[in-house]
């Protein structure tokens, strides 16, 4: 199966669709450690992605990416709005006007959007914030780069997973959960939750 | 033409407070409130930031000031997005000193990089320093004055003062008994809490040095026009 504008939209519908199941889950996630909002954020923005996607579908997957980026860093209105519509931006910068898209196109894609992620908010590995899941999960895709874009995904999606579990026993030093300092630990970061669940989605939407 | 700030707040009301409390000791700058998501809730909204950003560039450039970590990020994706992101800067400053600092510059007519400098600096070295200026061999100018006016240097009188000596080559600073404040800094100024009565020892450096201390000489014997 190939991936054009067509399955590129597919993929951030079946996203938002996630993001709409889980918004409870990652409302509550976010109460101990911050102000309880990254699952209405998250909502807020993709549900204006699926009603910008109904108006019409650019014709690249760039072209998808990037109003993607441009309606979440306008919608979403806490962190993850600048962090997310970065990511987003450099995958669609970075994909340019191809049509379709192949793993390399996809690996340079994912490696954008996690270089867009550091770039915008200083996190490292082990911060305890969304890095910790988007990381891990660009260093798997590279590794499956030989078994095609759903591999790829798979693997990602995966290494997502874990790496958000990781966020549990971490101190957090970055966003809002780093004011409380010991007191982040054991917690899950809903950043990391949201970055393992959206992969997941892509993952399904292609596979 | 002056330098334009921003203040970004997750909060309506805190960046308004700021915007306010800043604009009372620069009545020509343009200060910019951009605060909380636009249903009023708690959060920072991109095209409110970048809209208030083209709002302030009336040629000189922005400034823009932010709240917490993710307003930051915020304010830095609205300048890239403007036409020219070189002619808007997000500067790492303390909120309101840092807002108050930046309008007071702007008021003096600084560039963009000062008045971005004035913000970074607010707070930081709290004002008054305690310890001697380490080149003390160098050649100062240096006059004392009394101070005469009922206020002594608070924030008005420290703002008039700070924008006498804006723009000219000298380096400035107020002396009151151990206390020494940068006379560039209007809240290091206040942080002397001179009041009526009080002696102040200025000494100057720089090739308009006895200009500066001339102006404030003038200010001082207006009693700030108070
Ligand atoms: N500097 C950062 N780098 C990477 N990720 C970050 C950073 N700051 C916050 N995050 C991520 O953002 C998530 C929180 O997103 P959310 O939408 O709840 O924003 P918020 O922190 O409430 O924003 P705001 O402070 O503007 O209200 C965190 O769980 C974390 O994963
Ligand atoms: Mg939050």
Redesign the interface.
Known sequence: MGCGAAEMAALLRAGAATIERHRVELIDLDRPIG?A?HGE?MNRGFAAVVSTLDTAVPETPGGVLKIAATTL??KV???A???Y??AFLRAATTLGDAAELDPPAVLAALRAARDGVVA??KAEVGDATMIDALSPAVDAAEMAEANGIAAMLAAAADAADKGAESTTPLVAR???ASYLGERSVGHLDPGARSTALLLRAFAEAVG | MRVGLVVVSHSAKLAEGVAELAAQMAPDVGVHAAGGLPDGGIGTDFDAVLAATQAADTGAGVVLLYDLGSAQMTAELAVESLTDPGSAVVVDAPLVEGAVAAAVAAQGGSDRAAVAQAAASAGAGDGARQEEPAAEQRQADRIELTLANEVGLHARPAALLVRSIAGLDADVRIRRGDDEADAHSVLALMSLSARKGDRLEITATGSQAGEALRRIEDLAERNFDE
């Open positions: 102000d909002d954020n860093i306008s209105g806490g962190a709005g600048p962090l519509g970065t915008r908010g970055k966003g809002r």
